[in-house]
Every structure is written in C-alpha cells, then in structure tokens.
C-alpha cells in the first residue's frame, strides 16, 4: 500500500470516505497512463450518430418491454455502453476506409484522364505533322 487518503463527504453524514493507493512490490513505480479520447471526425459523424441512435434505441425497446429489474437494466446499461464504444470505432474505421478507397480512385480517374489526354495531344501532333508535310512538297 503506497498511501492513504480521507475524503470528507460532501454531505452530512456518520462516516468518511477512504482511498487506498496500492502498489506493486515487484515494480514500484509504474505509470498507467489513460487512453486518450479524440472526438468523432466530421467525415464519420453521420455513421457514428446512426450507431449511437440505434443502440439507444434498441436499448429503450428492451427496458420498455417490461420484466426489468434494476439489476438487468443495469447489466444492460453496461452492455449497451460497450456496444456504442464498439460501435463508433466501427464506424469511424470504415468511414476511414471508404474515404481513403475513394480518394485512391479519385486519383486514379485523374491519371486515366491525364494518359488520355497525352495520347490524343500526341495523335493530334502527328496529324498536324502529316498535313503540314503534305504542303511541303512540290508537285512533280
């Protein structure tokens, strides 16, 4: 046990609050650091709300139904929390993806285009090169 520390509850009350700080013997000083937590980017927002949405829903279906004691509701609470967690990083990885997929085609189409371009200059070129030969030549 690394420390202790006594929290005076905010309300009246008979008792205090106590938090233990435990540590490992085997490592003393081990850092834990939290998972950083980014908003939902612009691009997935409309996938993630659809997700969230339904989740919610489905969750409201469940508990209005009937038969739900606190503890299932709770459990279910639980569930339905992780589901969503799951669910926004579904959606925000597949929105990646078919972003990324349609950039790539998008640069794809612009190549195409450009090789097309290239080669009706390049025909054109040589057709001008054939007219104008043709008016060079003296007649015999």
């Given amino acids: 046990m690394a420390t202790t520390q006594v929290d005076k509850a905010g309300l009246q009350s008979d008792h205090q609050g106590v938090i233990l700080h435990l540590r490992s013997p085997s490592n003393p000083i081990r850092l834990h650091k939290e998972k950083r937590v980014f ?15 339904g989740e919610l829903k489905a969750l409201s279906d469940r508990l209005e139904s009937g038969f739900t004691t606190a503890l299932q509701a709770a459990k279910l609470w639980d ?5 969503v967690a799951v669910g926004l990083l579904n959606a ?3 929105a990646k993806k078919s972003k990324k997929k349609t ?3 998008k640069i794809k189409r612009m190549y195409r285009r450009l090789d097309r371009t290239k080669e009706l200059a390049r025909a054109a070129s040589q057709q001008a090169n054939q007219t104008s030969s043709n008016f060079a030549r003296p007649n015999s």
Avoid: G
């Fill in 39 to 53: 908003p939902v980017p612009n691009y997935a927002r409309a996938r993630a709300d659809d997700t969230v949405l």
């Fill in 79 to 83: 569930q339905t929390k992780r589901r």
């Fill in 92 to 94: 925000v990885r597949a």
């Fill in 103 to 105: 950039y790539r085609k």
